[in-house]
């Protein structure tokens, strides 16, 4: 049996002339950009994040440089960011002319460690942003708690999280500002890119919006230097649709996550995702580590099985950052796990047939 890493099939399916009206509404209005798809779609993320504003821009890395641009955190400034993520949280903070600073995660969720922040912080600390990576919360009420005590602001990178919570309370409301990503493939994906930015500060919402449009709240007055990052008429109107499903898709992958928590049981040097007291998990990716991670891959692949990795170099240890000065070994946490990590199939959709195989396969790669 061929099992895909990664299939839209079983989501665009059922909804496809759901999604095409929406499509076709757009079309039809003869307006593409800022109009009242984004608007909708807006409210409707809003309801869906517990935040009170969402600002629709073009991707997810647009989302976190616009909040950190909001925030005015620029050159001089340092911020934390996990030294296990994907590279786009590390990029924001470059991108406005800041420093990021790697903090370890717990290698148990793969998460930011809450305490091992501190020891990081310096009077140039001004945030701290913490990624929900895979789809599992922070633990952010540790993170919102020494914030607060040294006066930073909390950023949350939520690409891959839409839903989870921390404590009860849903991840993307927690941070002043926090960003998201639609990109295809995230839990909520558009047909193409798009991200948004949520906040409970009217003033910031204010803020990001005019930045995420030229600087200009009135056209051709331009009172900052601002972007063009706007999530076009399009994307929302998608959105706005597939957003109606997420619950849905999100229980379907949390059906997946325990079928292959009960099928991948004691397959020896196999160690499967763990989510800490208190929160919840989203699925986004399932991974899990092994010692002879590469060989494991490429058994699955001869089994017709796909993985991807997530991901495979450290932020430190990428081309892009060599000038930080980062040998191998300053992130020690964070390097083991991108060599050990391999992400299994893991879509809404996938039945017990699909884990089984996998499972038979991993099994198979152990004897
Ligand atoms: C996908 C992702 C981003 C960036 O989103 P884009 O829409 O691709 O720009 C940022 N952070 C994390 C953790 C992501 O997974």
Redesign the pocket.
Known sequence: MQVPFLSFQPQHVPIREEVLAAVARVYDSYWYVLGEEVKQFEADYSAFSGAKHTIGVA???DA?VLALRALEIGPGDEVIVPSN??I??WLAVTQVGATPVGVEPDPATSNLDPALIAAALTPRTRAIMP?HLYGQACRMTEIMALAAAHNLHVVE?N??AQGATFDGRVTGSFGILNGT?F?PG?NLGALG?A?AITTNDSALDQRVRVLRNYGSQQKYYNEVVGYNSRLDELQAAVLRTKLTHLAGWTAQRREVAALYDRHLAGIAGLRLPHTAPGATHVYHLYVVHHAQREAVQQHLASQGIGTLIHYPVPAHRQQAYAALGLPAGTFPIAEELAATCLSLPMWPGMTEDHVAAVAAALRSFAN
């Open positions: 991707n997810g890395l976190l993520t994907y786009a949280t990624v990178d690409a891959q990503s990109y995230k890119d991200g």
